[in-house]
């Protein structure tokens, strides 16, 4: 594998599924929501209320469609809390940095500290993006995400795809190539924050229970894309069936029951709590109250056990002992039914600090009075 200065986020979905007609046995009827909801919209954000609910999914080894880190389901009381209804944009980023000067990590050169192995032309400021092969890959073959992701000198949230690339066209598009410090001074500057992942699968599951997506558990009902997500082979060959090679404007998609858009696919979404892809066999007092994270980022020694299982990054060698993973939910643009099957609420995933990338976004919360 060649030299990336970061280290690999992207062994991302190497946990896959079964063929395109496939249909899961053990999905449970999606229960439509015994009340209606009355959706409550107060300056582009929904109110959800305080609830509990089973987070997570069984894993089963003969359902492709559910991954070991969703495992055990656990139930978790959340207290009530607003929530945007789009993803973060590029117009609204852009109000922020106009504000503030603010500068994302990933305009900032790399330190010699945080990359001690890195060679000098890649410590320019850049982003992780995704770069398909020309030809068709069997991506199962190896786990070498590296074919898919290169890090390019100059991408950064208003270059998405690195020099000579804008968002001039883009700007109700979400906004991509943050880390979570970048998404949390955003949401402070905007009198928010980022939502806890007990949180944001709530609001995902949109008033359903248990069903397999934010709308039921029908992947594709009346024929009609219901996410942002990849058609076609991954990684080469991306049809983009659903009207989308990359980001769509925010919205683009049916809303859920609690009127929230993308909610699947789209971007990922960035969230406060750290990752770790065991986290949720800790728990033990069901239902736990409001549920935010381990406490601490996984250590580099945990990162070598559980990349064996494809749940997380390769620690990176000569860096501090923690690696910043923060959970990020719902899925991008990049999942694929056969390959990356996350555009699910259950589905969890990681954005490093380290390693911003085109995939991943976020969206904010606020406290319900
Ligand atoms: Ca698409
Ligand atoms: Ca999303």
């Given amino acids: 594998m060649k030299f990336a200065p970061f280290s690999i986020l992207v062994t991302f979905c190497l946990i896959v599924g079964c063929g395109e007609d496939a249909k899961d046995k053990t999905v449970l009827p999606a229960k439509e929501a015994e009340v209606a909801i009355e959706i409550i919209e107060k300056d582009g ?5 305080g609830q509990t609910y089973r987070r997570g999914n069984e894993y089963n080894p003969g359902n492709d469609k559910m991954y070991r880190e969703e495992a055990p389901p656990h139930m978790v009381t959340v207290s009530g809390f607003w929530i945007d209804k789009y993803e973060v944009t590029n117009a609204k980023f852009k109000e922020f940095v106009d504000a503030t000067g603010y500068v994302t990590f990933a305009e900032k050169s790399l330190s010699k500290e945080e990359f001690p192995n890195a060679p000098p032309e890649q410590m320019v400021p ?6 398909p092969p020309s030809d068709d890959i069997d991506p ?17 949230w208003k270059s998405p795809e690195g020099k000579g690339s804008s968002i001039k066209h883009r700007m109700d598009h979400p906004v991509v190539c943050l880390n979570a410090n970048d998404a949390q001074a955003y949401a402070q500057w905007a009198g928010k924050r980022l939502p806890t992942e007990a949180e944001w699968e709530l609001a995902a599951r949109g008033g359903l229970k248990n069903a397999m997506f934010t709308w039921g558990n029908d992947p594709k009902p009346d024929e ?26 925010v919205g683009s998609f049916p809303p ?16 406060s709590d750290f990752y770790r892809p065991d986290y949720y066999s800790f728990f033990k ?28 990054p390769m620690p990176m060698e000569g860096v501090s002992k923690l690696t910043y993973l923060h959970v990020t939910k719902g899925g991008s643009f990049l ?19 380290l390693a911003p990338t085109n995939h991943s976004g976020f969206r904010c919360v606020r406290d319900a009075e």
């Fill in 224 to 249: 009609q894309w219901m996410a942002n997500c990849f058609q076609g082979r991954f990684p080469a060959r991306n049809s983009a069936q659903d009207g989308y090679k990359g980001t769509a404007p």
């Fill in 285 to 312: 007092q069901e239902p736990h109250p409001d549920p935010t994270g381990p406490e601490q980022p996984i250590t580099n020694d945990e990162l070598q056990h559980f990349n064996r299982h494809g749940t997380c």
């Fill in 256 to 271: 859920n029951g609690y009127g929230l858009y993308d909610m699947a696919g789209n971007v990922w979404e960035i969230c």
């Fill in 45 to 49: 954000m929904v109110l959800v209320p």
């Fill in 140 to 156: 199962w073959a190896s786990d070498d995400a590296w074919r898919w992701w290169s890090y390019t000198a100059g991408a950064c």
């Fill in 126 to 131: 850049g982003a992780t993006i995704f770069s």
């Fill in 335 to 353: 999942c694929h039914w056969d390959y990356c099957l996350r555009y699910r609420p259950a589905a969890r995933h990681y954005a490093e600090v």
